[in-house]
Each structure stands twice: as C-alpha cells, then as structure tokens.
C-alpha cells in the first residue's frame, strides 16, 4: 500500500508501518524513477524480526515523470540539479519518511543504487560531520547499503584500472550527451548518444551484459513515448561526475563516510558483469573490516546476478534477505570518532 508525500517536488512512496522500530530509505539510479525499487520495498517491508520494517522510496530529482501532478520530465530543470541539491533530496525524503513514522526513535538505514549512491553518500557523510559538530545530535543513518557501486574509501588512492576504463567509455557519452541536451537540443543529444551506444553494445565495450538491458522496467522507460528524450535529460548525474570529478574537493566529497563502527556497510554486488563498479581497493578495506570483525560491515557479491539484482526478474528474494538479516543484526560495536 503505497501513499505519497511531496517534497522537493518529488515524491515519496511508502511501504510498511509506521509503528516499525526500522525506517529504510531507497533511492535507484539511472535510467530509474521510484519504479524499479517498488517490488523490494513491498517485500523488504514485510520482512520479519524486530517487526516489520518501514520503507520509503524516492528517486533523483529530475528523474521522475508526474504529469498527473503537473509535473512531468520536462518540467524539470533542463541543465538537472547539483550534488548539493540532490543530497539535500535524500535529507528531505528521510524527514519526510520519519514524518510517517510513529516510534519514538526508529533506526534509519539508507540503500541506494547506481548513481543513488552519489546523494546517498553525501548526506550521510554530512549527517556524520554534524554529529562530530555537535555530540547532541544522534548520528543518523544508523546503516548504509550500497547496491553494485561503491564509492571510493577515504584512503584508497588508485582509482578504476584501465579495464574498468575502457568498459566506462559509455559514461563520457553520456555526459557529452548532457551537454548537449542542455544547451543544444534533446533531439541532437538522442542523435549522438544512442548510435555509439549500440556501436559499443555490439562490440561488447558496455559493462553490464545483455540480460540486465532486457528487463521489463529498463525497456519501457527507453521504448514508451519520449522514453529516449526523457533519457537524455536523465544523463545529468554523468555530466557532473565527468565534469566536476577533476576537482579534487569534488573528489572527496563523494567518498565514503569514516565511521564504520556506528554507521556500518553492507555492498551488494551483481557478480554477472564485464566490469564492476567498484575499485578492488575499496573492495579489499571492506572486506577487511568484516573478516577482523573491525564493525558490522559486510560484502557480498550475488552470483549470477547483473547491474539490477532486486528485481523480481532477477535475485529479489536472495537480495531481500541479505538487506534484512543486516538491517535486524544489531550493531554491537563501539563508536568511534
């Protein structure tokens, strides 16, 4: 049973009772609105344990289609919005989801996928500055999950290896598409973008393989009327990571918070792929940090599984259950500064 609340014109759908000791906050990536995530948050809300869970589900701004609230995609802001304002999406979607909720102090998790991950990184990044600030405010989220990218840990300085490069080639495509929607035409950006896609598709230069391009949800948004503009305005999240990741100041800010003891990870990842979206540094400190049993962090990697993993065409009921068993394990590890 889904209700929706605005916010920064965007909507929250939400899942579950208010009553829930638990709140869970998702947010998909490209080329996804609050669809895709909709079939796991039903089910991750009637996940048992402490009770079950409440879930709420946004999406990038900019990348929903409303028009039966006067607002469809191309209402949006042509040139998208700013990592400043898509963070500030998630912070005002999770006081939105804490507004439905009744408990007195429920746990707040975060899962993001794809580039979700970006504003769901900085917020709670934010969040944790906030609480070294000022040692009254409780330091929210209490989790984080990722969902098959994984920004980079403070300390890891190498950066995608030069496979991983190549199959990220799409990505300067898209973002060179970005500008073009945005100061030349939507029409021109489509013309660019989609024959070198398939040109990389056929030549197999795409990081994910065929099966997660063939998903129901994937199809229609690409296929339905202005399903190909509409992708296009969506490409803005490249242009900002292409464009402002020269900046070094950009760089560390999409990094992952410090704090794992209070604010522990779980990584989810898709091992069906020519190419992860993850560095094998980063890689390697989590995993660290789950076999020293240095916090509750986790990493696990779902065999034959692709890019969308939680979709019921692929390994819902498996994702489902490493998403709840993390969200219920109860953190017994000392905070850290």
């Known amino acids: ?8 014109n965007g909507k929250l759908c939400v899942f579950g009772e208010p009553s829930s000791p638990v709140m869970a906050l998702l947010c998909a990536g490209y080329p996804d609105d609050h669809t895709v995530f909709l079939p796991f948050a039903k089910a991750l809300s009637e996940s048992k344990g402490k009770g079950n869970i409440l879930v709420g589900v946004m999406c990038i701004p900019g990348y929903d289609d409303r028009p039966e609230d006067d607002l469809p995609w191309q209402n949006h802001p042509r040139k998208g919005f700013s990592f400043d304002e898509t963070a500030k999406a998630v912070r005002e979607a999770a006081k939105a989801l804490r507004g439905v909720s009744t408990h007195k102090n429920p746990e707040l998790v975060g899962i993001f996928h794809d580039f979700g991950v970006v504003p769901g990184s900085i917020w709670a990044k934010q969040l944790e500055q906030e609480a070294k600030d000022n040692p009254s405010v409780p330091l929210k989220p209490n989790k984080m999950i990722f969902f098959d990218v994984l920004p980079q840990c403070k300390g890891d300085k190498t950066g995608p290896t030069l496979h991983q490069t190549l199959y990220y080639t799409y990505m300067l495509v898209f973002a060179f598409g970005s500008l073009l929607q945005t100061y030349v035409s939507r029409y021109l950006a489509v013309a660019f973008v989609y024959p070198i896609f398939m040109l990389l598709s056929i030549i197999g230069i795409l990081p994910l393989y065929e099966f997660d391009y063939k998903l129901d949800e994937f199809n229609y948004k690409f296929f339905s009327d202005g399903g190909l503009l509409r992708s296009v305005h969506m490409m803005y999240m490249y242009r900002l990571v292409i464009v402002e990741s020269w900046s070094k100041k950009t760089r560390a800010v999409i990094t992952l918070h410090e704090n794992w003891k209070a604010m522990p990870i779980l990584y989810l990842y898709g091992k069906k792929k020519r190419s992860m979206f993850h560095t094998d540094a980063s890689l390697a ?28 065409e692929q390994k819902l009921e498996e994702c489902c259950k490493y998403v709840a068993d993390f969200i219920l394990a109860e953190n017994t590890f000392v905070a850290t500064s």
């Open 285 to 312: 400190m989590l995993e660290r940090e789950e076999t020293e049993k240095q916090s509750l962090s986790r990493v696990i990697g779902i065999e034959g599984a692709g890019h969308w993993f939680y979709v019921p």
């Open 1 to 8: 049973n889904c209700g929706d609340t605005t916010l920064h």
